[in-house]
């Protein structure tokens, strides 16, 4: 198991059991806009858990959470 908390005092406790966010919910879990999310997607840095083949909609599962975490933790140490 792995607990985080996020900004705004969200707790996050992984167990295994995935939740699938569309981009818009998963943009204010992790405080990341929304933009920033698709331009991550494109270059592959952060790329959705699924992406709905008719919609087109972008999926993000716990997992990214995690993902996001860590790459804002490496961006906060590069610029500190």
């Not at 996050?12 to 204010?28: A, C, P, Q, T």
């Amino acid at each position: 198991n792995v607990t985080l908390w996020l900004k705004g005092g969200n707790l996050l406790n992984y167990k295994g059991v995935e939740s699938m966010y569309k981009i818009g919910d998963f943009s204010k879990i992790v405080d990341i806009p929304v933009r920033t999310l698709r331009f991550y997607d494109e270059y592959g840095v952060l790329c959705p858990s699924e992406i709905d083949n008719f919609t087109g909609y972008r999926y993000y599962s716990d997992e990214n959470i995690l993902e996001c975490e860590l790459i804002k933790l490496l961006k906060s140490l590069l610029y500190s």
